[in-house]
């Protein structure tokens, strides 16, 4: 797992890949508690396997913080060891609240930043967080993103979309009411290979999975699924110009939702605005 602390930077300025990746895993896995008066603390709780990431989040934090354990028994197991990182600078919460990180139960209220940041290394901090990356029973590879926010699951379909070509339409499931977001093949391999790029903050269990995928060669004679269109430079300027993702999606014959969030990308400078012909 390679980190250094940025230089020059504030912090949380998220135009950093180490802090656009932390922001993401904290929105996923971290809790913001709210204390009696301005008190409070930001934690963020992981199996104890994946200590280390949470001794580069101290490291990266310019204000008091601290990395626990501990054992207990769980659903899951009859020993679990976790490991805790802990912060309760005011100025530090005020600064990832303000980014988007609310206190209390926030699970379906998260959505991708306002400000400027670097995209792919958020989608490795929420898929680092609430994602799977491997190998399907059947063999293929995948990557995955499971959360209760519309706006991240729209979010993560919409950047995979525009890198892979490969489309998906969001829907919660039956029993727990949680968006469940899965590439896999090619489009997996792509996916992974531009989020785990050499030398960037993550998971090392994830970091070698994501390694592991560009091995795999589609079968003979399996069948290619089509892929949907990628935006081309005339789309975005003619969106940029009408303004309204839902009359863009009936002149432009895409969905709304495909419309909305290329608008947004396009606004925000997620993805460069087209020059004008």
């Known amino acids: 797992m390679a980190a250094h602390e940025p230089n020059g930077h504030g912090f949380m300025d998220l135009e950093v890949p180490e802090y656009a990746y932390m922001f993401g895993f904290l929105q996923m896995d971290g809790h913001l508690h709210q204390g009696a008066g301005q ?152 996916l992974a290979a531009a989020l785990y790029y050499p030398g960037c903050l993550s998971l090392q269990r994830k970091l070698d999975k994501a390694d592991s995928l560009a091995a795999w060669s589609r079968p003979v004679g399996m069948r290619v699924a089509h892929t949907q269109r990628r935006w081309t430079p005339e789309e975005d300027r003619r969106l940029l110009r009408i303004g309204d993702s839902s009359t863009a999606a009936d002149y432009l014959g895409r969905s709304e939702r495909s419309c909305h969030m290329r608008l947004w990308r396009l606004r925000s400078g997620q993805v460069p605005t087209p020059t004008e012909q």
Not at 44 to 70: C, G, H, M, W
Not at 138 to 155: K, R
């Open 39 to 190: 008190k409070g603390r930001l934690t963020a709780e992981v199996n104890a396997r994946d200590i280390e990431l949470l001794y580069t989040f101290k490291q990266l934090t310019p204000y008091n913080s601290s990395v626990t354990q501990r054992t207990r028994t769980t659903n899951f197991a009859p020993v679990h060891t976790s490991a805790t990182w802990s912060m309760c600078s005011l100025e530090a919460r005020t600064r990832i609240n303000a980014l988007g990180l609310p206190y209390g139960r926030k699970s379906k209220d998260i959505a991708p930043p306002r400000v400027a940041f670097c995209t792919r290394d958020y989608v490795r901090g929420i898929v680092d967080a609430d994602g799977s990356v491997g190998y399907t029973s059947q063999g293929w590879p995948f990557v995955s993103l499971t959360t209760a926010s519309t706006a991240i699951a729209a979010f993560f379909c919409d950047y995979a979309r525009d890198l892979t070509g490969a489309d998906r339409t969001i829907k919660r499931n039956a029993r727990d009411s949680i968006y469940n977001v899965l590439y896999t093949k090619e489009p997996a391999q792509t």
